[in-house]
């Protein structure tokens, strides 16, 4: 099955800064790339997503690159701010077949946004 | 109405106890999924409804029965649980079972089992 890396597991950062989270899946066959918040105690939210046709998606401060040859993707936020911090998922999945919308998640990473 | 709702939000049970864990969804969206989320884990699949038919049972053990009696609705029946199943149950849905389709989240039922 679809295993999916995320790094790192935890990050820190100022105010402004930028914060970059990796991850890599191992089937090639995987073809939608969403990305998803959770705030403590809240649902996961979905706050960018990249379809295999594509190699980068922006929405304001949060943009999403793809690298299919590595099978890697990564989720860049710029300007941050406190409200940022959360736990970030990536997430990866096959749109063909029998897939039946099912998401393989990565692990996670606890972002930490110090004013 | 563009939201996934669960009740309850919180329960507590007995090993020895039956509850039901419920959702709704008025978005028409005919994909509902359940999903297991442990502290500071990733939420992982337990069942997918598509079109009101169970397409996907992830080994899920039959102490955790699904069922889905019409496109809005999905319940999670609990029997016979461990304490090891204590954690947060989620439930999702998604226009269809076409993987492109954003899947929105409910809040959750915290479930306790002693």
């Known amino acids: 099955g679809e295993n999916v890396e995320q790094h790192p597991s935890t990050l820190s950062v100022q105010e402004g800064d930028s914060a970059v989270i990796k991850c890599t899946y191992s089937d090639s066959a995987s073809n939608y790339f969403p990305w998803y918040k959770q705030e403590l105690g809240k649902r996961p939210q979905l706050i960018i997503d990249?379809?295999?046709?594509?190699g980068e998606k922006k929405d304001q401060r949060i943009a999403v690159t793809l690298n299919k040859t590595a099978k890697h993707f990564s989720l860049h936020i710029t300007e941050t701010q406190p409200e940022d911090s959360a736990v970030y998922f990536c997430a990866v999945t096959n749109a063909g077949g029998t897939s039946y919308g099912k998401l393989t998640f990565g692990q996670g990473t606890i972002l930490t946004v110090h004013p | 109405d563009t939201e996934v709702t669960q009740t309850p939000k919180h329960l507590v049970m007995g090993m020895t106890n039956k509850k039901s864990l419920k959702c709704e969804q008025h978005?028409?969206?005919?994909?509902m999924y359940w999903y297991k989320q442990k502290a500071k884990k990733p939420p992982e699949l337990m069942f997918v409804y598509s079109y009101e038919k169970l397409s996907i049972n992830e080994s899920v053990p039959s102490r955790f029965s699904p069922e889905c009696p019409n496109s809005s609705l999905l319940n999670l029946h609990l029997h016979a649980l461990q304490p090891e199943d204590s954690a947060l149950y989620l439930c999702a849905s998604s226009q269809s079972g076409a993987s492109y389709n954003e899947q929105f989240f409910g809040p959750g039922t915290r479930l306790t089992v002693l």
């Open positions: 990249i379809r295999s046709n594509v």
């Open positions: 978005m028409g969206h005919r994909a």
